[in-house]
């Protein structure tokens, strides 16, 4: 066990609820403060305890539609069979681990939220499960306008300030068993953020809150900085999203090369037309 | 697309057909209903065709074998068309079928000509008919104008192809004139140089060639005659010069010496025998003593003479005329003669030789004239004769047109009013327009899947880019889309039953008012 996942444990006995990080420009400076303290600690309660999950009001039938959210009682049936199939697939090469997904798009519009939310909604079908979707899109977050949330207070707010806690900006989405932490409050420049050591340390305590929890990173298209890049490496496998008839062999071969160092990379064809099938 | 399977590329081109599905069915409506109209506005075409008998096989006909040339049908369809085109036909035709009429200006009128001539189609037909085909709106009109046409040729024909054989009659005419006059000019010709050169006759130059070779036999034969003779002199006159005239005979003392030689022969030999006092050797030597006495004796008595200036007296019998000399001095005299005379015949030879040479050149210079005035002659002569054999051919000719007897024309059939129209009818604009109305909206549909450089097919991502696709995502419609597409998706069947409508209401009134 590392020293983090001592403190962790740690601070989670004692109860802690905040430390200030050392390291944030907002914050103040806490003298003698260590790497090991920063994170915030877990409510005992939740632990390892899903069906204790607070679910507040779920969105109704309509508004899923409405929202393009799949549920398992859509009229469609082939979405939702194909985002499980996907689900399988990734279950399959994980081997039984919990999952850390990227979603990122290959040009701004592409499909990645859409793609990256439902991903996270079939995976919280598994009764047994629960999702996370982690909201990247500072720059412009459309899942803000799609998911519930309990509070105005985002991942720029827990990144920023020290009075915020992990467990303020985990919201319920209206989903069942799905989570989500929405981007906050509008930024322009964000690749700071997430290389920033509060980032790293928050992923790696929400990689261990729940052992039968996925993560989906919903990260800004591969064309914005350099976001998505930093983003995968927190994450056991990179989902890029082409959407149909809207970019060229080129982007695709550029946004490809982005992650070339990474193991798993897959390609998620989106919004392809299927009025008409033929030959499956 | 190496790696797309034309199952995919058809999937997909379905696909974009109903993604574009409003695009492609105003198209399919514009170009349905855009043919349709052609078809209702293009006017329908009656083509009307009369045809005319060019009938050449008449009595006379084989009579003029080889002696008159019959025109060929060809030459008649291309009469026909000079005929139908011209300004009196085609004014006429087009005032008797009603196309001008009074009421229309002089630039109208000469419009709806033009656009007459251009409908007329002229054409030979096997090897004796003309068909004369035009193309109107109306069917009766067509059949009048073709009838008129056909009429108009009959009546123009005959006097057009007498026209025309009398024409080349003419021609030939004149050439023939040309020719004789140039014949004449070539004979005058002839005479004058016969005339200045009288020499110039056939054989002359045999007969000058012999004089020629006779005469230069001549010259070298006195040639070498004179070169003997002068040789012949030369040896007389050496001769000559090595005798005297006149023979001095021998003198005393030659005598005396000629004795004492004998003598002292005479003495040597006996003292061969005898020694010298014997008295043959002894009188011997007296003798020849004596006979030197005598040798001295004569000498002072010359001497003496000469000292004194008288001449010595020379025995008659010692001077003789030499005979010798007398001889050889008349054939020097001989000799002498014969050069002369034939130095003399040398130049006259001379002379002739190079008059009659002389009068070879110019018997070869007139012949060369000759030749040449002999062949315009007869180059000349030959062409008039064929001319006035042709000349001869075309005024039978002639006089067969004038006379009505060549070629006849006759309207073998004429043109009825035509029942169907012809080119593209309504019914093909109506099967191009529906035809045409999917197949290029989806034919553009195509070309933009072929021409977009946009990813439309899984397949090319793992194969270009090399990643693996985990997942192909359908587009997820809201129920407002869904409901929104259903609505416009009836719009579209509507607007296409529309279309079919028009085509099957239009099509059933052509068919009931009749095609």
Redesign the interface.
Known sequence: MSKIDEALSKAAESGARSLVPSYMPSGSRESGTSMTQIVAPISSKRRGDITLMLEPKQLTVSELNKKRIVHPDMPDVRIVDSFRRLRTKLLQDANGKNLTIMVTAVRAGGGASFTALNLATVFSFDKAKTALLLDCNMQSSSLRHILRTSSEVGLTDYLESDSVSLDEIIQPSGVPRLRWIPAGEQREITHEYYSSVKMQAMMKALKERYSDRYIIIDAPPVTQAADATILADFCDCVLLVVPYGKVTERQIEAAAKLFENHERVGVVFNDSPDYIKMAG | MTTVSP??F??VL???V??HRAAVVWGFVIISLGFLGAGLVIPKKYSATATILVDSSNIIRPLTEGVAAPTDVRNYARIAEELINSRKVIDDVARDSGLTDETQSAFEQEVIKEKLREAIDVSSVGSNLIKITYKDVIPERAANVVNGLARMFVLEGATFKDRESRSAFEFIDKQVKEYHDKLVEAERKLKELRSNNLDAQPGSEASIQARINDLQGRYERTKLELAEAKIRYQSVKRQLEGESAVAVSLSREGQYHNRIIALQQELDSLRLRYKDDHPDVVRTRHQIEDLQEAIRKEVEAREAAKRSGRKMVIDNNELISNPLYQQLRSQLSAAETQIETLQTRLRETKALLAKEQDRGRRLHESEAALAEFTRDYEVNRDIYQQLLTRRERARVSMNLDVEGEGINFRVHESATIPVKPVGLRFMHFMIAGLVLGIAIPIGLVYAKIQI?????F?S???A?????????????????ELSRRRVGGRMMIILVIIVLGVYGYIGWLKMTRGI
């Open positions: 199952e995919q058809l999937r379905a696909n974009e109903v993604l977009d450089p946009r990813v439309r899984p090319l991502i793992s270009r880019a090399g990643l693996p696709v985990v997942a192909e995502v359908p587009h997820l419609a809201t129920m407002e």
